[in-house]
């Protein structure tokens, strides 16, 4: 189990701390009849008190240690402008202009596109 770095960790509350800044976790015991498991104290690097979060230990490191959905997502998009990049870099000139008269397609366009948008996330 491994901390995602730079994550952003919600703790309830309006509170979010940054994942690889969370030092330590410490359940809240049964307390106002609110059930075991429901609040938790955050050690925060930095803090000299703990900070207390209206959510489990357990949700708490989930998010601490895996890679958030949107992230992977928006990685594999990356990944594959990068790819049809390098594909439509490939194609020769006689080629894309075939391509333009026959299916109307401009992949000089596309390929001005793709490098605007991969330039932007970098």
Same mark, same amino acid.
Do not use: C
């Given at each position: 189990?491994?901390?995602?770095?730079?994550?952003?960790? !919600?703790?309830?509350?309006?509170?979010?701390?940054?994942?690889? !800044?969370?030092? &330590?976790? =410490?359940?809240? $015991?049964?307390?106002?009849?609110?059930?075991? &498991?429901?609040?938790?104290?955050?050690? *925060? =690097?930095?803090?000299? $008190?703990?900070? *207390? !979060?209206?959510?489990?230990?357990?949700?708490?490191?989930?998010?601490?240690?895996?890679?958030?959905?949107?992230?992977?997502? !928006?990685? =594999?998009?990356?990944?594959?402008?990068?790819?049809?990049?390098?594909?439509?870099?490939?194609?020769?000139? *006689?080629?894309?202009?075939?391509?333009?008269?026959?299916?109307?397609?401009?992949?000089?366009?596309?390929?001005?596109?793709?490098?605007?948008?991969?330039?932007?996330?970098?």
């Amino acid at each position: 189990m491994r901390v995602e770095k730079g994550v952003m960790v !919600a703790l309830g509350y309006g509170k979010y701390f940054r994942s690889d !800044a969370i030092v &330590g976790l =410490e359940p809240i $015991e049964d307390e106002e009849g609110r059930g075991p &498991g429901q609040r938790t104290r955050v050690y *925060v =690097e930095g803090l000299g $008190e703990p900070v *207390v !979060a209206s959510r489990s230990q357990s949700t708490i490191l989930r998010d601490m240690v895996e890679t958030p959905r949107e992230v992977t997502r !928006a990685g =594999e998009q990356y990944r594959l402008l990068v790819d049809i990049l390098e594909t439509v870099r490939d194609i020769n000139p *006689v080629l894309r202009q075939i391509i333009r008269q026959q299916a109307n397609w401009d992949l000089d366009r596309l390929e001005r596109q793709i490098l605007s948008t991969v330039s932007e996330g970098e």
